[in-house]
């Protein structure tokens, strides 16, 4: 899939930080793209069906687990708002959820505590922890 494909698939968004055309994400690895595309492609969908906008602000990796801030507008009713934000902060959630038992590097499911990588705390595989040289 190309980037162009994951973009129209999350076409209900609207991501703050872009770089050649496609939305910058704070992580190291490729190892949890497959998630959050999948999260943010249910998230452009659910945006797209209530005509409401969703603005990702950052998507970033911190002491070893995936952070995803969004703004929520566009919503008619005060009611309407809590009932977006709640199904949304779900979505972010699992995702959170998700990445907590993948390596952020390789994608491999990983049960591991977050490791100390070059002095960066990152969820990492035994296997991706010895490629990349690292300090546990």
Not at 6 to 14: H, N, P, T
Not at 19 to 30: K, L, M, S, Y
Not at 74 to 95: C, E, K, N, Y
Not at 109 to 129: E, I, Q, Y
Request: with cysteine; hydrophobic share 40%.
């Amino acid at each position: 899939m190309t980037d162009a494909d994951l973009v129209e698939k999350c076409k209900g968004l609207d991501f703050v930080a872009w770089r050649g055309g496609v939305p910058v994400f704070e992580i190291q690895g490729d190892g949890w793209n497959e998630v959050l595309w999948k999260y943010l492609e249910l998230m452009g969908r659910y945006a797209s069906e209530l005509e409401v906008v969703v603005s990702i602000q950052q998507i970033k990796e911190k002491f070893g687990g995936l952070r995803l801030y969004y703004e929520l507008s566009g919503v008619p009713s005060t009611t309407g708002f809590q009932i977006a934000q709640d199904a949304l902060d779900m979505l972010v959630l699992r995702a959170e959820r998700e990445c907590s038992t993948t390596c952020e590097y390789c994608g491999a499911r990983c049960f591991d505590n977050p490791a100390s990588v070059k002095g960066w705390v990152h969820k990492v595989c035994k296997a991706c922890l010895v490629t990349l040289g690292a300090a546990s």
